[in-house]
Structures are given as C-alpha cells and as structure tokens.
C-alpha cells in the first residue's frame, strides 16, 4: 500500500491528504435539514448529514488528491449510527480510488493490539468465514506503550500490506509535555523517531517504508532532524493551515527526490466554504464541495511552490 | 462517580474490576454454537456470542463486584456489530448497578479529544435534541500528546461527574522503552504520574480526585512511588493474574485507609472455566460462569489476605 501511495502523489502531483473530520457544524444547513427530515434530530440523522457531507466533498476532489484521512473521534461520538457513517466513508473512498488514512491513534498491548489492528487493518476469523471490518489502508497508532503495542499493529500490516503511521511529534501546543523531555541531552521523540526507523527496517516497500510517522507541520524545525532520523519513513504531517502551518514550513518534511511527505489539512479543506477567501469568490454553503476544491488545488499550488523552492 | 466507585468497593469490600475483553476462542462452543445458528458464521454471529458470553459472567459476578472494564478493541474487530455488542455490554452492566469502565485508550488533541470524550462519557446535542453514544462512566486515556489532550476529557468528566484513569505505567514488558527513560534522573512515567495529580487536583470527590491513573501490576516498585506521587488518585491495576501480578504486588498500589486502587483482571476471571484449577472443582464449559464467580471470589480473598499483611 505504500507503493500505491506514492504512486498516486507522483501521479496528482499533490503530496496532500483530505482530513474528513466532519463537525456536525461544518455541515450546510440544507444537508442537515435533509438529513433530519428523512431520520428526525437522531444520531441517524446527524449521522446521515455527515455521511452526505463527506460524499459531497470527496465527489468534488477525488480526482486531485491521492488520500483521506477521516478522523473516527468525529464519528464515534454519534455511536453506533456515526461508526456506520465513518464505513459508509471508508468503502466510498475506496470505490473512488482514493487510499485511506484511518486516524484512529489507536494503541495498547498484545492481544488487544491485536485486535484493534484486526479492526482496522486485518480480517477475523468467524467459523470458516472470514471478515473485514472497518478495513482502512493505513491507521495512525499511538508508542507510548512501546514494541508491544506496535508488534501486533506491524505484523497485520506485514500480511495485509498494509500500513501505519506512529505518533513521534504532534501538531499541537502542549505536545512538548512528554515528547520534548530531554533524555541525555535528547528530546523523547528523537528517541521514538529512532524506534519508527527501526520497527520500519523490515517493513520496506519499494522505496519508502509502510511504517511512518506522524510528525506536525507546526514544528517544523523538529521535523527537520525527524526527516534525517528515519529517512526511510513516511511523515504524515497535520497541523497545515486551520493550525497555522504553512507550505515554507513543510520543505524540510521531504527528502531530496520530492517525496517522503504527505500533508494533512482538514477544516481549511472540508470548512473551505466558511472562509471570506472562498466567499469572495462566490461561494456559498450550496456549494461548499466547490470551495474544497479550490481549497485543495490552493494547497497543492503552495505547497509546490514552496517544494520548488527548496 | 467516583464516589459511587468507593462507595462501592467499600460495599463488595473487593477492590477490583472484571475485565470483559472476549475473545472468540474464549467462549463456549456451546454459545458460540447457538449464535451462529441463529446468525450465521457472521460478524452478528461473532457478536451475538460475545454478549451471551459477558451476558452469562456479568449475572454470575455482579453481586460480587463494584466495577467492569470492557475492552473496546475485541468488540471493535468485529466492526459496527461488534460495536452493538459493546454497547449492550455497557448497558445491561448499567442495569446491574455496576460501574463501567471503558477501557478505550483514546487520545487525541482539541476538538478531536472532544469528540471522543463525548462518544463515550458525555453527550451530543442534534438540533433540539441530546443523545449519549456508548455512555461509559471511566474512560482510560493516553498522555502522549499532553494537556491539549487530556483537558476536553476532563472538561466531560467535570461536567457529567465521570472520570479517567490516564495511563502512567502500563503493565506490558516493553513498556519501559519509552515509559522509563530517564529526564533529570527521574522516568518519564514520574513526570507522567506529576501530571495526573495536577489535573486531578481541582478534580476531586469525597475523598479523591476522579481523575485517575493506570499502573501495571506487574511493576510493583514504580506502584509504591507512583501511590506517593498521586496521593489522591486511583490507580487502576491491569497486569494481575495471567499476566503475572499477585495480590502480594499490589499492596504498595494501596493507600492507608485500604483504598486508592482498583485491580483488574481479565483472561483470569472470563476464562477461568479452562484453567486446570476450577475444572478440578467440577466445572465444565457449560457452567463456565460459575468459573468466573469462584475466580472472582478467589481473587478477592487473595488480595484481601494480601492488603491484610500489609
């Protein structure tokens, strides 16, 4: 999976992943008012509005973009009804060629990694039937209980060819807490970027490994040494745009052949139409899958602009 | 709630929580005959034995025991069936007055972490209208990505008096890669530990904070420092029986007044009807639940034995 991957960014040109993180106020008015018409005010309905949503904006920028990332946080707090929606997204993402990121931050030990790899990456057993749950193409997994909690992960992506990406250094504020603690004079995700190097060593494909890394745009100087640590790793990179991470910042998440990188943006993409830039041109919440379509050919133009300026 | 959880261990005087983390391979052909017969070798099929397994457990113990901890992943690997199964799971422990701990080691950052906290501790407002999706009362949580992660949940548990156990220590023999390096001179988990009574200072109920911790049964000595650290944290317990811990372990994890832990086992109690131990005593897999009982009440008396040495 991580051959495809790269072939589709080398083919869109587009180092870039939509984030399908739909906040129920995200969603137009109309969609939620069809929604709630067909299912009432109900977790069905709000499910029904987010899965409508994401069809909208996947119909609108499939063929530009290689990948997804929808985030099932966003799901899951509709329950039952939301985790069909985040399915429903998952298997239309896939009819429409797109690779899927699952951001799940999942992790724990043995068996029960295990289990959450088979949810998400693997197939179950069941009597003499075999099952595929949820069935992304890559997960995003948490390595703060270390090889224990990513050996289970590793193994299905061995048989399933499959993928991950670990958490070494988050976008966000307060992330420096525990990842920037300095253990002989060096940050822990140092540390936790050297182990995704060597879990990855035996995970290659082609050319790059199927176990990358999640390292923020926010930081990209960190991103910088992280990019020579594990050079073999893919980096999936949040934190661009609604967190303030720019195309400049993100030079040094690539290695020299253009690769090695992929960005995430969510809200500026999927809420492009709420944004005066996109308003000012015409926009309006009718066609909201127009301005993520902008939004995304936007991010491909800076982020290559900022490429060919490396 | 974590008042109730101490009212409760004060009433059962047994400081410890069944975990319902089913496997397939752990329940009973006779069960797991029954379910695909009316499902099918399918994931319902899957999922229907699985709740008739807890269902069986949870009648034959509840009595006995203040506090279940279902682990979301083996309900997870099954898909949205599987999902159904959890929340049946949550439900009917609910109906028998048991407090329930999702053991969901989720973790994010923003609105993401919000979005979780809502699935599974708080609640969802569609138009006019307030659901709650999976409605635990605990939820375990990881500290990787620091305060931004970790506040939206406490910001859930304060509003809907629930709480977290954090994870500081986890039970599993690699969890010293990343958990035990040194900052200073002092581990990462002590810092980890820090944390988790300053977020649960202005957190607290009669007698503690309900914003606890977890820490591994299996590393006794980092449990005595961690007891000190966090006085007024409950530490939630993973790691006895088939993992190795024992009641003598568990003492330091203890405050004085006989409180401050909860400890959980697994495999240990769900599967207790294949150990050579109960078969001994006449069970069978058809009274696989009555394993379970006498497996709770032998581990009661273990650590009350062990708590009454200390």
């Known amino acids: 999976m991580i051959n495809t991957l790269v072939e589709k960014i080398k083919k869109t040109n587009a180092p870039i992943v939509v984030g399908l993180d ?38 609108a920028v499939y063929d530009l973009i290689p990948a997804v990332k929808p985030q099932v946080a966003m799901y899951e707090q509709f329950g039952i009804e939301g985790m069909k929606a985040f399915q429903k997204t998952v298997d239309y993402c896939h009819e429409k060629g797109l690779v899927v990121i699952g951001d799940v931050k999942r992790g724990d030990i043995g068996s029960t990694s295990a289990a959450y790899a088979t949810g998400h990456l693997g197939k179950v057993q069941i009597g003499n039937n075999v099952y ?11 390595p703060y209980l270390g090889t224990d909690g990513i050996k289970p992960f590793v193994d299905v992506c061995k048989e399933e060819k499959k993928g991950l990406f670990i958490l070494v250094k988050t976008s966000n504020p307060s992330s420096g807490e525990f990842q920037d603690r300095l253990i002989d004079g060096r940050p822990l995700y140092e540390y936790v970027g050297e182990k995704v ?11 790059y490994s199927y176990i990358g890394a999640v390292v923020g745009a926010t930081y990209p100087e960190q991103g910088k040494i992280l990019r020579q640590i594990m050079p073999k790793s893919f980096i999936l990179v949040p934190g661009y745009g609604a967190q303030g991470g720019q195309g400049k910042d993100l030079v040094h998440f690539f290695n020299e052949d ?3 990188a992929i960005v995430n943006s969510s809200r500026g993409i999927i809420a492009a139409y709420k944004q005066e830039k996109y308003i000012a041109q015409g926009i309006t919440p009718e066609n909201y899958a127009d ?3 902008l939004a995304v050919e936007d991010m491909i133009a800076d982020i290559a602009g900022a490429l060919g300026k490396k």
Chains 1, 2 share one sequence.
């Open 22 to 59: 739909p906040m129920l106020s995200y969603v137009p008015e109309q969609i939620q008012k069809a929604a709630f018409a067909q299912y009432g005010e109900t977790l069905e309905g709000a499910a029904e509005a987010i899965w409508q949503y994401n069809k909208g904006i996947v119909d």
């Open 132 to 142: 595929r749950a949820f069935d992304e193409d890559f997960a995003t997994v948490n």
């Open 197 to 207: 190097a060597e879990w990855g060593a035996d995970c290659m494909g082609d050319s």
């Open 258 to 260: 253009g690769l090695g």
């Open 291 to 293: 301005a993520s379509r």
